[in-house]
């Protein structure tokens, strides 16, 4: 996938760049796993991601994103290995 997050209280950009993961395996955030299931390659979806399902009260430490943050993501599917995104 190519994404891009922002925080959802003032839009502010945190990230953005090129990601392979598989789903279901813990290696991204809860609200991606949920989020991306059933897209088609070449599909943009925006998902607002409640902090409950990022990354809660604890935030990334030292990071871009603090505790309690709701995030938006926009996320584009460039292809599909295995049958799994």
Do not use: C
């Amino acid at each position: 996938v190519h994404y891009k997050g922002a925080l959802a209280s003032n839009l502010m950009q945190f990230d953005e760049g090129d990601l392979e993961f598989r789903l279901g395996r813990g290696r991204v955030i809860k609200g991606w796993d949920m989020g991306v299931r059933g897209m088609t390659v070449g599909e943009i979806r925006r998902l607002f991601v409640p902090a409950k399902l990022a990354y809660s009260y604890v935030g990334t430490p030292g990071g871009p994103i603090p505790p309690n943050a709701d995030l938006i993501y926009e996320i584009e599917l460039l292809g599909i290995k295995d049958n799994e995104v």
